[in-house]
């Protein structure tokens, strides 16, 4: 829901010439929710190297719903009967 006197009328035909960000609003880069959203969000890359069998001592966690293998400092994910080592940004 947007506060009507939180609106700046513009002049038409003009840009703004600064952003605002509101802290404590969500969608705003210095709040909480905001820095949450930043650190959380992981990417996946698979390699080429792939390996039929895991090493001893793994174990199955998730990165943003994918499951994937926690070796040691390696990942793998499981692809086509065999796992892929998979870099996580």
Known sequence: ML??????????GSFVSTAHAVVGR???PGSVAG???RTTRRVIRRSS????TLPAGCARTS???TVVWS??????QPYGGRYVV????
């Open 63 to 65: 990165v943003n719903g």
């Open 3 to 12: 506060a009507v006197d939180s609106l700046v009328p513009t002049p038409i």
């Open 49 to 52: 190297i792939y390996v039929a």
């Open 35 to 37: 820095v949450a959203r």
């Open 71 to 76: 070796c040691g400092g390696t990942y793998y």
């Open 26 to 28: 969500p969608a705003t």
């Open 86 to 89: 998979v870099y996580i940004d």
